[in-house]
Nanobody
Framework: QVQLVESGGGLVQAGGSLTLSCTASELTLDNYPLGWFRRALGKEREFVAA????????VYSDSMKGRFTISRDNAKNTLILQMNSLKPEDTAVYYCAAGANHDRSGSYYNTPLGSHLDYTYWGQGTQVTVSS
């Protein structure tokens, strides 16, 4: 089974910034829609952000808008989550994910996927801890 690999997690003070990266040696990530999810202790998995297969469209959870930015670096086969103005409630394990790549119809190709049910491949997660 293909596994994505996240990196960049750590401890940061509230108001600080952190950049997460996601790579996969067995996948060319520009061939997949991609997303980030997180799971805080004692809570359900939560959608964070997604970028379409095409790379032309993104979507964010309301609590992330204006603070987080999802992007691709196709040359480096890397998915990035830039997190700014971090809050203690952002503390969680963050996971990257890749969706299906079998359908390049216009709507699917250009639509970011906002549900975990839309994703096929997952990373192991990286811990982000934001202190008060």
């Amino acid at each position: 089974q293909v596994q994505l690999v996240e990196s960049g997690g750590g401890l940061v003070q509230a108001g600080g910034s952190l950049t997460l990266s996601c790579t996969a040696s067995e996948l060319t990530l520009d061939n997949y829609p991609l997303g980030w999810f997180r799971r805080a202790l004692g809570k359900e998995r939560e959608f964070v952000a997604a970028i379409s297969w095409s790379g032309h469209s993104t979507v964010y959870s309301d609590s992330m808008k204006g603070r987080f930015t999802i992007s691709r670096d196709n040359a480096k086969n890397t998915l990035i989550l830039q997190m700014n103005s971090l809050k203690p409630e952002d503390t969680a394990v963050y996971y990257c994910a890749a969706g299906a790549n079998h359908d390049r119809s216009g709507s699917y190709y250009n639509t970011p996927l906002g549900s975990h049910l839309d994703y096929t491949y997952w990373g192991q997660g990286t811990q982000v801890t934001v202190s008060s």
